[in-house]
T-cell receptor, first 114, second 113 residues
Framework: EPEVTQTPSHQVTQMGQEVILRCVPI?????FYWYRQILGQKVEFLVS????????KSEIFDDQFSVERPDGSNFTLKIRSTKLEDSAMYFC????????????FGSGTQLSVL | GENVEQHPSTLSVQEGDSAVIKCTYS??????FPWYKQELGKGPQLIID?????GEKKDQRIAVTLNKTAKHFSLHITETQPEDSAVYFC????????????FGKGTRLSVIA
């Protein structure tokens, strides 16, 4: 069964450093998303991406965040200058031909900012 | 924007009993309501979903009901098994629209053998 894959599974970084989280969405999907989950809390929307541009973004997704689809398979989330409060599990998701429907999630990258 | 409330936050049932988790949503434009199961260390997995033009949907031991007027939807798991133990999230969105998938806070279901 096709799946969304994310790397790395864990990332530890120092406050102020840049991190890039990587995702390979399901190959024939058109819509891509990043969500995050702070320990014990709900899954929160960050950004959606379609046709090589941001479709929607939340208030969390400020100027420190950016997304990119550098080639035909990868989808990345960059945090330019990490803060302690960026520590969370980051999930990539993709969906087929319908936006915001039938999202398939990866297993996540646990980001720890020290 | 959309706000999804989910109850209860924790639920313990005996194996074989039924479990019911309830959610409410605030945005009448939302028209798509999935349920996700999250096991420890994994991402949310879609288990069932329903669109607003349908009142009920069933898939084996899992069913979802939707009351558009009251803005309520519920997940029903019958004949629960220990492997049903997980965190369950409801969510709502406007498919093909500008409302992204918004999640409830989750329900930790424990099925006691």
């Amino acid at each position: 069964e096709p799946e969304v894959t994310q790397t790395p599974s864990h990332q530890v970084t120092q406050m102020g450093q840049e991190v890039i989280l990587r995702c390979v969405p399901i190959s024939n999907h058109l819509y891509f998303y990043w969500y995050r989950q702070i320990l014990g809390q709900k899954v929160e929307f960050l950004v959606s991406f379609y046709n090589n541009e941001i479709s929607e973004k939340s208030e969390i997704f400020d100027d420190q965040f950016s997304v990119e689809r550098p080639d035909g398979s990868n989808f990345t989330l960059k945090i330019r200058s990490t803060k302690l409060e960026d520590s969370a599990m980051y999930f990539c998701a993709s969906s087929g031909t319908m936006k915001n429907e039938k999202l398939f999630f990866g297993s996540g990258t646990q980001l720890s900012v020290l | 924007g959309e706000n999804v409330e989910q109850h209860p936050s924790t639920l313990s049932v005996q194996e074989g009993d039924s479990a019911v988790i309830k959610c409410t949503y605030s945005d009448s434009a939302s028209n798509y309501f999935p349920w996700y199961k999250q096991e420890l260390g994994k991402g949310p997995q879609l288990i069932i979903d329903i669109r607003s033009n349908v009142g009920e949907k069933k898939d084996q031991r899992i069913a979802v009901t939707l009351n558009k007027t009251a803005k309520h939807f519920s997940l029903h798991i019958t004949e629960t098994q220990p492997e049903d133990s997980a965190v369950y999230f409801c969510a709502a969105s406007q498919n093909s629209g500008n409302t992204p998938l918004v999640f409830g806070k989750g329900t930790r279901l424990s099925v006691i053998a």
